[in-house]
């Protein structure tokens, strides 16, 4: 018998530091793919992506604030991580559920590189958000009535909470791996804190520490005022998610420097981010100064478009030709001396009370002068286009906004007979959608109002052709805009049948 | 026969059937359901009818998805041969926990606010059919499936559904609608329609499949 010569331990120590990091890759790469194909996950990104198609299509009718589309997209990431953290647990305890737990321990892979794995297993989903969340925002930037800017930092926000709530799964997997239970309890924990209870309002510096604090109001602010601490909310998150990772990480028996430093960053971050987010949730003074500024002296970029200016925040400058066009159309129906008088067509923001109040803008005294609000699209183009016939009729827009007299029809007249789909554009401008009765008109400001005989008139005026109308309209202008005129006499003036009802000028 | 045998055999199985239940699974849903419910009386809001409404039905979500684990029966591999079948052995498993749940959502509905409750037959038939529904699919997922542990899987289609059926549920069914909506007597037909069709479908799955139907989905997790 000859003895065998063992050699051994000399080559083992090197290679296998090595080989851990590619393992740990190459496990993060195999629960990664398992991770995406998993039927909740495959769910969750395909709902997803149906809301995006289904809701962009649509959104802010087609002219967007890129300001305001930044944040819409942060809110349904967190169904897409709710699904996320449902499966990296699950896969952080099959292993236990399975058995196979002792198998595992006689690989090279200690459990805290396999836990280490299992959290890089999430990134690849997380890059996935980020792409939905690129898609859309960039489907809004394209649209053509775009303005605004976005802000990197607010589109990050989607992605990364998938990423929170993914490693948080991770970690709840390593802390409880006997309790199945404990995932699904978590997400309905998570549900009901984030998703059902993000009530718009008071945003203050503890509501920050949420994963998606969304203030969302009717109106756009101009990017500069808006006072979000987007950029420390994004590192914020970035630490949450690093910390809970390596929490994670340390909880499966990791102790090396690197871990240890990471942690302390991911800390430092997630501590830096939370303190100055809380910070700049409350306005600072100069903020509150641009604010006020903004509502009452407004430093406006003005444009000529054929006679007319129109003065505009600078964002919305793109804008203006959009608001001339229609201008010009009422205004070329308009007859006497308001056909050719020049407008001053302003925007008017009140932005005192941040971007989720609610705030009404009164009437201007100033003769002339139009406004203009942040919004544009849909229903906002009659509005605009009724101000303008208003203040052709009666020269401003506090006294448009009191007309109840005849001159209604005129000005209801100029305000949608050049729209495509008159009727309807009356039917939306109108506050209860009808388009019989007595009824509330919307406009930028002060909102104009409708007696039932009025309406009568109007639709009767709507559905005959506007060229004869027109020409009515253009030979008796100084009778039908003078104040006091009846709305029998203006329907008699344009040859439509008379109201049933006199006015009421009460 | 087969009956008194049935009889004859219970008594014994309560023991360790008893024993057996999932209980921490069960015990945290439902800690986790009285702390929720709790929440309005610690922090002293005074939520509106539809903040307290969503609050019930989300602790009924969570109660059910206690009871998703309910038919977990790590033996159940052994168990297969008992004379008992297994229906009477689920059968046992339910009954031994609806009066703890019954318990348990009486003490949910006495801690929301009494001001901003809705009806609570109404709610409980709610809470009823969300549990019916979750044991069927319980049901369903060892009827179908090799596994000895379904929970996990049960409770994250649970889930799935309450986050999707809101958003894709017909809007004609009105299953969600709110205490003073005209629909909401019919949306509770409907909802008792659903607690009966879901109990049917789980007592269907009782059956151990033997002979030649016994053919099952080997689950993804089955063991090796």
Redesign the interface.
Known sequence: MSAVLVEESAPVQAPLRDRGVRAVLALARFEARRLLLS??VL?AFA?YVAWIVWRTRTSWDGSPALQDADRATQSMPM?VG??VL??AN?AVV?SE???TEPHFSILVLQPWRRTAAHALSVVPAALLAAVCVVGQFTWEALKPGAIGHGSPAELAVGPLTVLVFGVLGVLLGRLARR???????L???L??AFV?GTAPGDANGRSWLAPVVSETGPDTLPSDLLGRPAAWHALYLAGVALCIALLAVVVAGGRSAAVRTGLALGLAAAVTGGVLQAGGATPSPELTAARERASARPELTCAEHGGSTYCAFPEWVPRTDAWAEVADRVQSLAGGPAHDRPLLVRQRIDARYGPSADTSIPASTEPHRVTVGTAWGGNRVPEFSSAVAAVLVAGTEAAGSEICDGRMVTVMWLSLSWQDDPMAALRRVRLDDSVTGSAIVLSPTDPLSMTEGQTDVVRHLLEKPPAGVGARVKAHWAELTAPGVTTARAAELLGVAKPGKADSCE | MRVTAVRGVTPDLVGPVWRTLPWRALAAAGILGLLVAATPLVTGGEPAPWQTLLLLRGIALIGALGLAFLLDDPARHLTAPLPTPRPVRQALRVALVTPIAALWWAAVLLLTPSASRPPVGEVTLEAVAVGVLALAAAALAVRLTDEARPGPFVAAVLLLTAVLAPLLAPEGWALFAQADDPRWPAAHDRWAVLAVGAAVAGALCGPEPLGRGARRIRGAGAPV
Do not use: N
Request: glycine letters at 4%; proline letters at 7%.
């Open positions: 039927i909740p769910i709902a169904l709710l699904a449902l499966y699950y099959r559920r399975h058995g309790w199945a239970f404990a995932a699904p309890l997400v309905v924990v549900l009901f059902l």
